[in-house]
């Protein structure tokens, strides 16, 4: 099994890669994101749990993703591995991720990172928010995102470097452009 993580602020691209990714290798497609956005609109109890949250910008507790992310995994048969989409992003949620793979028998392959820069970043989130309308979508939040993601997350490079794990490609261009740049990463490790 081939088990990918895409890392990357919010607003990097990485559903849209994920979801590419997924199709061309026959991965299962995990978004914590989606999963939340999914419960929040059908107002079950974890939607109507994690909807302030989220809202603010902040991250949901580890307990709650690890079992949710459980849940998601074996609702899937017939995919050659996973491609982890806003998880981890803790140092906790990736010891979660390496103990929940350990008792599958399975283990991360490769974490790769979408690099993009902050003001980058704000206004893709900004047009995505008159788009899509996306509440979480507004600059304050998306501000407080970032700053959550650099103080937080960015500390998972140097854990995936220590494992020989992590890789970089630059998230600024076409989406094709970017998703070849990511294909030819996974190619050397498959």
Sequence with gaps: MFNFILFGPPGSGKG??????AGKYNLAHISTGDIF???IREKTPLGMKVQGIIEKGELVPDELLVEILADAMDGFRDVDGFVF???PRTIQQ???????LDERNEEVSLVLAL???DNEIIQRLLKRAQTEGRKDDTKDVIENRIKIYNDQTQPLIDFYKKEGKFTA?????SIDEIFNSICNKIDREI
């Design 115 to 117: 690099e993009v820069n």
């Design 94 to 100: 990736a010891k979660d991720l390496n103990r929940l």
């Design 85 to 87: 989409d806003g998880f």
């Design 16 to 21: 849209t890669q994920s979801v590419k990714i």
């Design 37 to 39: 956005r999914k419960n």
């Design 169 to 173: 490609v630059n998230g600024i261009g």
